[in-house]
């Protein structure tokens, strides 16, 4: 007997269960391995988060067709345009670390890179808009 699941669903579990085996990898990663992750999947151009943010905003745009048609609610619309203009934001607030993360990455010390202090920091939380 067949899978009566269609197709495009199946695939949406089967990235879910791969996004699932990527964070256990991520967490038992070593740094290097794990910043070359984390930069690979908020690559601007072909990372997971950029491919996601197009994602949500095709779903807003599939909202907006069917709640001008009426069978949704204009409320399913708007929350998936919020949700895929957020995403864009964090996507441009993150981008400007990606060279720090692709950086640590790299095997070995670069003489252009920049220095990490060898204290430990506080962390203190920046926004630039």
């Known amino acids: 007997m067949t899978d009566p699941t269609p197709v495009p ?6 990235i879910v269960r ?22 690979t999947v908020l690559d601007p151009e072909n990372g997971v988060l950029g491919r996601f943010t197009t994602l949500v ?6 909202a907006k ?16 345009g919020r949700a895929a203009n957020g995403l864009y934001g964090i996507g441009l607030d993150l981008d400007e670390h990606t060279d720090a993360l692709r950086q640590l990455a790299r095997p070995g010390p ?12 506080p962390l203190i939380a920046r926004r630039h808009r």
């Open 65 to 80: 067709d069917h709640a001008e048609s009426g069978l949704l609610p204009p409320e399913v619309w708007l929350s998936l």
């Open 9 to 14: 669903v199946r695939l949406a579990g089967e």
């Open 18 to 39: 791969q996004i699932d085996q990527l964070s256990e990898q991520l967490i038992q990663a070593p740094p290097a391995l794990a910043a070359q992750i984390i930069a």
């Open 57 to 62: 905003a095709t779903g807003s745009h599939f």
């Open 110 to 121: 670069s003489e252009t890179a920049p220095r990490m202090p060898k204290s430990a920091s």
